[in-house]
């Protein structure tokens, strides 16, 4: 298996534009997580789905942050508009359960100018 | 109170040498916890899963201690290889929350 995969690796982008952050789990995974690292917080746990169905989406941090998974085999992460302080690395994991091994993609690295 | 808080670091420690890293975190109903390895500039990747009776890979020892809320980890024989950061990772409420700690950093020197 190739692993998670997440799409762009960077992106820059100007404040204020749509930026839209893709991942595909591992097939077979029934469990998708989207995170946000930063120097200053850390990893953060954005939102997660269970069976392409969102169960907790009180980390997104205001109504500018979107998420979907159309399917088992994607699911994609939106900023609109983007402002300076979404600049960070975000991470993608799934699992095969809630409680087992995240396997985490590469991260894509994000700046807004 | 941070749920899930680490030895702030770094610790610097030479070839050969033996380090630990504690880890404490608040939620008493926490279910599972491991210990992830992120280089830098890389994505997280699990180092080991912390079981009650305590469990050993190698060169490394994960022990929990539930009374306490505490995790630790000991490295052994340290290796350049070793130098990363370690994230201390507590599963709550059966898989409804799973927190990261913020992590300490290994430089392990020549």
């Known amino acids: 298996d190739a692993g998670v995969i997440q799409s762009p690796r960077h992106e820059v982008t100007e404040m204020g534009q749509e930026v839209t952050l893709r991942c595909k789990p591992i097939?077979?995974?029934?469990?998708l997580f989207w995170y946000r690292q930063t120097m200053m917080r850390g990893l953060e746990l954005l939102i997660y789905?269970?069976?392409?169905?969102?169960?907790?989406d009180s980390g997104m941090p205001e109504d500018r942050f979107s998420a979907k998974m159309p399917n088992a085999s994607f699911s994609t992460l939106k900023i609109q508009p983007s402002e300076p302080r979404d600049s960070a690395v975000y991470f993608c994991?799934?699992?095969?359960?809630?409680?087992?091994?995240?396997?985490f993609g590469p991260g894509t690295r994000l700046t807004v100018t | 109170r941070k749920e899930v808080e680490q030895d702030p670091g770094p610790f610097n420690v030479p070839e050969g040498a033996t380090v630990a890293f504690n880890c404490t975190y608040s939620?008493?109903?926490?279910?599972?916890f491991f210990w992830y390895r992120q280089d830098c500039r890389k994505e997280p990747k699990l180092l080991m899963s912390?079981?009650?009776s305590g469990n050993e890979d190698g060169r490394f020892t994960a022990q929990l201690n539930r009374a306490s809320q505490y995790i630790s980890l000991l490295i052994r024989d340290s290796k350049l290889s070793d130098s990363a950061t370690y994230l201390c990772?507590?599963?709550?409420?059966?898989?409804?929350?799973?927190?990261f700690g913020p992590g300490t950093r290994l430089s392990v020197l020549p």
């Open positions: 939620n008493s109903a926490s279910q599972s």
């Open positions: 994991a799934s699992s095969l359960v809630s409680v087992d091994e995240q396997y």
């Open positions: 789905f269970n069976n392409n169905v969102p169960i907790d």
């Open positions: 097939s077979g995974h029934d469990y």
């Open positions: 990772v507590v599963n709550e409420n059966y898989g409804q929350n799973f927190v």
């Open positions: 912390v079981y009650s």
